[in-house]
């Protein structure tokens, strides 16, 4: 094999590696990648802003938090939220190119207060999300309901339901479908 050979076999190899490095997608989120969410609860009338995600992590003292701050507010128990809700959450506000915080009407409820609410007012599943912390019912300031509901349907990731009359979208993590 001649030095022109060896160069050029040499050549191809880099750029052949080059190119096939080029098409891959990378798996690893950046390092400055950080997600933050902010949250009002019109029942407890407390706030709450905190960074979730930086780092490329979840940042799980400020996962607790949130999962405090999420609790059945009527019997004070808490449960794991889970954080794709949030990136969902967090999506749909960059998506609408808003940086204002999230009026939550419900979040987790614990078994007791789904099955209380099942008997005493319309459309409550028996299975609901809610009770899994996959689930949030929440306004977005500054953005029509309807705006959030659409915006959420397109990310496509779980269910989205409207409720015009009470003004507010719950969005979960489970299959996608809408009402």
């Known amino acids: 094999m001649t ?25 690893k989120v950046r390092a400055a990648d950080t997600r933050q969410l902010s949250f009002y609860h019109t029942h407890t009338r407390r706030s709450i802003s905190v960074v979730y995600y930086q780092n490329g992590e979840y940042v799980e003292s400020a996962l607790d938090e949130i999962n405090r701050f999420l609790k059945d507010f009527r019997t004070g128990e808490i449960t794991e939220i889970n ?21 939550v009407i419900s979040a987790y409820r614990s078994p007791k207060t789904n099955e209380m609410l099942r008997a005493t007012t319309s459309g409550v599943a028996k299975k609901s999300h809610h009770v899994k912390g996959n689930a949030i019912d929440v ?41």
């Open 3 to 27: 030095k022109h050979s060896k160069r050029l076999l040499v050549l191809t190899a880099v750029l052949s590696v080059a190119v096939m490095g080029s098409m891959i997608k990378p798996t």
């Open 83 to 103: 954080p794709e809700l949030l990136d969902l959450l967090h999506d749909v506000r960059n998506e609408l190119g808003s940086d204002q915080f999230y009026e």
């Open 139 to 179: 306004r977005l300031r500054g953005v029509r309901t309807k705006t959030l509901r659409e915006t959420a349907l397109r990310m496509e990731r779980g269910g989205v339901g409207y409720y015009p009359k009470s003004d507010f979208v719950h969005m979960d993590t489970g299959p996608i479908r809408q009402w």
